[in-house]
């Protein structure tokens, strides 16, 4: 991001210079035109034997003169704003590396067991996507097996998802009738939000759909009154308002077309939820937690080369610093130690120390001496041997 607003802050100057140029020639050029057309005029008019005064001349000769003066301004401020381009290219150049070859290892994709798992989780995404087409294909060029893509239940969740963009409710409202236990189970709510959606399009349809939406009310939100009361409620007053228009109520609210969209996304994480899948494929999670920890990798890079240590990058397989890629990406807990500011692994796990404090297993056997510790945080001297290992 950081790059990225380096170099707009260089296309701004030259958008601005360039504004101020075509002004400033646009005014400028306008005059001489005036000026110009003015002379040509005043020829014209006179006879044709007609010689000219020595104001005329003057006048004639400064003219020429301006438009000389004009015309080479006009160039020194074109070279000058050619010489501002550059700068915007120089600051694409310095702030966007071409080469992401230094933050990766050659050996990560190499043997065909771990080339065939990379085909089959881009196969899986574009499943996902609904790209049978595609998908198909590379599967057959990959060859890979029919359970190996993973092409269902993808077909069906696309087919539906199409179905909801174009506002058809129905496939939707069959799946979740079908998988209404299980939905139950995870205290999804799905289902009343698609009969909503089905319920708020009968009254748009004015005084005239009342009755239709009485009678779908009555059938389908019986079932819903304990855990969405409030909500039905409020579908319920809409009735209030049908003559006058939902539009121009305190509902109208309930017609934002974010509705439909919403309703999406729901579908996708329940569904995906149920069926033991994550809601974005994990191609798409490593691309944006790559382009995410990427400024930062090359950063590091670029000072370890520096400082002559670009052994440690591949000294262990991990990243040489903690990287932070956001709230969304975090799917587990994790233990960072306070004091060697590494996060915990199975070797080097959290210890949690009589005083309460936690720290890594590595960190507690530095600190140790003999069958002394003292605690980093407090006073409380204690035995190495009573720390206790914690489970997240």
């Known amino acids: 991001m950081d790059a990225c607003n380096a170099v707009e802050r260089e296309v701004d100057k030259v958008l601005s210079k360039f504004g101020g140029i075509n002004e400033h020639a646009d005014r400028v050029l306008r005059e001489i035109t005036d000026n110009l ?144 236990e299980s939905l139950d189970a995870q205290n999804s709510s799905l289902e009343f939000k698609l009969h909503r959606l089905r319920f708020i399009d009968l009254i748009q349809r004015g005084p005239g759909g009342q009755k239709d939406a009485i009678r779908y009310a009555r059938t389908h939100f019986q079932q819903f009154v304990n855990r969405h009361e409030k909500e039905i409620q409020s579908l319920m007053g809409m009735l209030l308002y049908l003559p006058h228009g939902i539009d121009k109520s305190p509902y109208s609210h309930l017609l934002d077309p ?60 991990e990243l040489p610093i903690e990287i932070d890629l956001g709230q969304e990406s975090r799917y587990h807990s994790v233990f960072a130690c306070p004091i060697l500011r590494q996060q915990s692994t199975e070797s080097n796990p959290p210890m949690r120390l009589i005083c309460g404090h936690v720290i890594s297993r590595d960190a507690l056997n530095k600190l140790s001496n003999g069958n002394k510790l003292k605690c980093p945080y407090c006073p409380v001297e204690q035995n190495p041997s009573d720390a206790r290992l914690i489970y997240f």
């Open 37 to 180: 057309e003015d002379l040509k005029k005043e020829f014209a008019e006179g006879p044709v034997d007609y010689e000219l005064t020595t104001a005329q001349i003057v006048i004639l000769k400064q003219t020429l003169d301006k438009v000389r003066e004009t015309v080479q301004r006009l160039a020194t401020d074109h070279r000058d704003l050619h010489s501002t381009v550059s700068k915007v290219g120089k600051a694409i150049d310095r702030n966007f590396v071409s080469d992401f070859a230094s933050t990766s290892r050659d050996d990560v994709f190499s043997g065909s067991d771990k080339v065939q798992l990379l085909n089959q989780v881009i196969c899986q995404h574009f499943y996902r996507q609904g790209m049978l087409d595609i998908a198909e294909e590379l599967a057959k060029e990959a060859g890979l097996k029919a359970e190996d893509g993973g092409k269902e239940p993808f077909s069906e969740l696309n087919r539906i998802l199409d179905s909801l963009k174009g506002q058809d409710l129905q496939p939707a409202l069959e799946w979740a009738q079908a998988h209404r």
């Open 258 to 317: 974010n509705m439909w969209v919403e309703i999406a996304d729901v579908f996708t994480r329940d569904a995906c939820s149920l069926l033991g899948l994550s809601v974005d494929s994990p191609l798409t999670v490593c691309v944006n937690a790559g382009c995410t920890a990427l400024p930062a990798l090359l950063n590091i890079k670029q000072v370890m080369q520096q400082r002559q240590v670009t052994g440690i990058w591949n000294g262990k397989d």
